[in-house]
């Protein structure tokens, strides 16, 4: 009987790069140790790329998941080395060396930035990976930029017919310089309660829900403390209903969940810090008519914002109306093996560890098609 030769598909190079430059540093830590427990090894050799908060990286030895007493769990980073990126030498790949030991090196053929928050979701990460022409999980820079501008992302669906809370977007200077105009003019619109939200960050970062309207200058420069845009928006007496959409140019939309805060509403402590501070409800309750038409949303709103691979879609739904209204797209959402986003897809049936695959399987299929594209002159 003649031998036969068994060809066994090369591993994939995996890099989780995760930590950051941002308010969310510690939850992408704990997004982190789950993506990297769940990585099969026998399809991926998986390395750690710790990023500190004042931006440097780190490619970790030895890689440590330590037990943490707001996230139960996180990945360790370890600060050793003068790690630079060298995008010349490997094509289509992330090469990484040890400055003060060359021979000290790493090469990825494709990220996972579990980076939630500022530089690591907004399109600025996703520039650099971009420029090194290195496959990379999650939406690409526009989407990026745009699901994590919470004002643009509002005109863009609003432009697309799709419903929106009524808000107000003030810069720090235009605050300053006219405070009590400001005031006057988003009170008048948006009416009391009302949220104060940073533009640009996650995670519920510098939110603050204000019920008199002496209270609102104070909520205001807290949170221009995390960024130099700040929302005014109308408070909805709301269920919040999310939904986990997953796919490039023909994307899937989950079953709908439903986030129940324990607080008044579902803020960073009720997100991380209390462990009895909301309950997820999978599937939400809700009509199934209705619900078609909250999926069907979600692929519009992800479609709208030029998203790609993998977002959160996140809705309110007004207990009195019965209306929706989409209140943003989220597209590096938590990835603990509790978090929403891969708990829907559990519940559609893609379990975690099949779900990285999909999502690895999605930007190398995008990356492709990136280099088709013609980059020089006719």
Not at 77 to 102: A, M
Not at 218 to 239: G, L, S, T
Request: proline share 3%; with cysteine; hydrophobic share 40%.
């Amino acid at each position: 009987m003649a031998n036969k030769t068994v060809l066994r598909k090369a591993k994939i190079r995996i890099g989780v790069l995760y930590g950051g430059r941002s308010g969310e540093h510690d939850v992408s830590l704990c997004s982190a140790a789950s993506v990297f427990s769940a990585l099969d090894r026998n399809k991926y050799y998986v390395t750690a790329i710790g990023i500190d908060r004042d931006g440097r990286w780190y490619v970790q030895d030895k890689l440590q998941i330590i037990p943490d007493k707001d996230f139960g769990r996180k990945m360790a980073l370890k600060k050793s080395g003068t790690w630079l990126v060298n995008h010349f030498e490997q094509k289509n790949k992330l090469h990484l060396y040890n400055l003060k030991n060359k021979n000290k090196e790493v090469i990825v053929d494709v990220v996972i930035p579990v980076l939630h928050g500022t530089f690591g979701e907004d399109g600025t990460l996703q520039g650099l990976l971009e420029l090194a022409m290195v496959p990379y999980v999650g939406a690409d820079v526009i989407g990026s930029a745009v699901g994590m501008d919470k004002d643009v992302a509002k005109r863009l669906l609003n432009e697309a017919g799709i419903p929106v809370v009524p808000s107000v977007t003030v810069s720090k200077q235009q605050w300053q310089d006219n405070t009590k105009i400001i005031s006057k003019i988003a009170l008048a619109k948006l009416g009391l309660p009302l949220f104060v939200k940073p533009v640009c960050a996650g995670s519920s970062v510098g939110v603050k829900k204000v019920k008199k309207k002496e209270l609102l200058a104070k909520a205001m420069n807290f949170a221009f403390q995390f960024d130099a845009r700040v929302m005014i928006e109308k408070a909805v007496d709301c269920r919040e209903i999310e939904c986990a959409v997953l796919g490039n140019e023909t994307p899937a939309a989950s079953i709908l969940g439903e986030i129940i805060p324990h607080h008044e509403f579902y803020s960073y402590e009720a997100k991380y810090l209390d462990p009895e501070g909301a309950a997820l409800k999978i599937p939400a309750q809700v009509k199934a008519s209705l619900a078609d038409k909250i999926r069907a949303t979600a692929l519009e709103g992800y479609m709208a914002l030029g998203c790609s691979s993998m977002a959160r879609v996140d809705f309110f739904l007004d207990k009195k109306t019965g209306k929706f209204y989409l209140n943003e797209i989220n597209t590096l959402p938590g990835f603990t093996s509790i978090s929403m986003y891969p708990k829907l897809w559990e519940a559609t049936g893609l379990q975690y560890s099949d779900l990285l695959d999909k999502l690895i399987e999605l930007a190398l299929d995008r990356h492709k098609k990136k280099l088709e594209v013609k980059t020089e002159g006719i």
